[in-house]
């Protein structure tokens, strides 16, 4: 279930924050109040379902094949435009 804003932090978090910063704890306890933080932005991850999943992938992988074409007709142009300017390697 996802909420309907994403980017605003729940309100005890926000008051959470407020009442440690004011407190001036100890480095432990930061870390520790960083951590609970992280918990409850992972919380939030909606994770895709399996076929979101499968095409995410497919369009990552057409991209990819599509700049390695890319790149290899580049190399192969640039390759032969060098024998031309400068000759045939002896």
């Known amino acids: 279930m996802a909420r309907k804003i994403i980017d605003e932090p729940s309100e005890d978090v926000v008051e959470n924050a407020k009442k440690e910063r004011a407190a001036r704890r100890n480095p432990f306890a ?45 190399d192969t142009v640039f390759g032969w435009l060098a024998i031309v300017v400068f000759g045939t390697p002896s």
């Open 30 to 74: 930061r870390i520790v109040l960083f951590i609970r933080q992280v918990i409850t932005e992972l919380k939030k991850v909606v994770t895709p379902t399996r076929r979101e999943l499968i095409s995410y992938t497919l369009v990552v992988l057409v991209f990819v094949v599509i700049m390695m074409a890319i790149v290899v007709g580049l």
